[in-house]
């Protein structure tokens, strides 16, 4: 009897301890998994994230693309990339790893076309085939960035807004095949996209469905979103702090895009300072981003 029950006693503290550990793993990946925050930047405030758009990577060598934007204070870019060819992936390890030494955050920009708004599953195929890559390379990079532009289509300038409806929608399907395939790849990957600055406004005068931040930045889709108040739309500090207002009253985690070229250079970078001071007093301002790094004066100097 004594025998069977130093048996049964060793057999359940056993099986207690087993159970304890067990929910102490648990709650360490929960915790883990909690402790994880989509962001622009790795900096103490996210209002200080300063990049912007990378375009023509193949021009430079990688670390005088680094080196560029460090010179500029950038501390995050949107890097155009794919994983096509032996070129591209060489171009994307290559860049990733010049871009990081210098302690510049880099999110892969991707779907740089409006094509994947025909056939939204291809969306799946192509981030799940680049975020594949990153894994098996061990790449350090902070997001994705979607550059698919529902306003960029030949038909969307005709379309009555029952077509613009479904334009849109097939956007928000790209959008929705993105994120899962980060959350099968890699889950702990930031997702933001370009948008146009004026979604909100149009689906508040009931001429989109689903253009708010809100339906744009949420759980099933993104964890930012970039207006692009530029192409006219921007120019002065009053013009950016207005058009990026609805995304901001709609508490969608926001990074005001601009563009260099509408301002003069000498100034700018006093007027990105004072867009970022009044735009902190919100919580959902997460930074700036800038179009674009071939577009600055003295990018040919590097």
Wanted: charged share 25%; hydrophobic share 35%; net charge negative.
């Amino acid at each position: 009897m004594n025998k069977f029950l130093k048996i049964f006693s060793f057999i359940f503290v056993s099986f207690t301890v087993l159970i304890l550990s067990l929910i102490s793993l648990i709650s360490l990946i929960d915790k883990k998994n909690k402790d994880y925050q989509p962001s622009i930047c790795n900096v103490n405030s996210s209002e200080d994230c300063l990049g912007g758009w990378f375009y023509r990577v193949n021009k430079k060598r990688a670390d005088k693309n680094a080196e560029f934007a460090s010179t500029h204070d950038w501390n995050y870019v949107l890097l155009s990339s794919n994983v096509k060819s032996q070129n591209a992936r060489e171009r994307l390890v290559n860049n990733t790893l010049a871009f990081r030494a210098k302690n510049i955050d880099v999110h892969i920009m991707c779907l740089e076309d409006t094509v994947y708004i025909d056939d939204p599953i291809s969306a799946y195929n192509e981030i799940s085939e680049i975020l594949k890559f990153v894994n098996e390379n061990n790449l350090d990079i902070q997001g994705i960035h979607i550059d698919c532009e529902p306003h960029g289509r030949e038909d969307w300038k005709t379309a009555s807004v029952e077509e613009r409806n479904v334009i849109f929608n097939n956007f928000l399907k790209v959008v929705e095949y993105g994120r899962q395939a980060i959350n099968e790849f890699r889950p702990k990957t930031t997702y933001s996209a370009a948008v146009a600055w004026w979604y909100s406004s149009k689906a508040k005068n009931n001429e989109l469905e689903y253009g708010r931040g809100y339906d744009l930045v949420n759980k099933d889709r993104l964890d930012f979103i970039i207006p692009m108040i530029y192409d006219g739309a921007g120019g002065t500090v009053e013009r950016v702090i207005s058009r990026s207002e609805d995304y901001i009253t709609d508490n969608a985690s926001t990074v005001i895009g601009i563009a260099v070229e509408d301002y003069d250079y000498d100034k700018f970078n006093n007027i990105a300072q004072e867009i970022k001071n009044i735009r902190k007093e919100s919580q959902y301002f997460n930074g700036i981003s800038v179009y674009s790094n071939h577009h600055y004066p003295d990018w040919d100097d590097f």
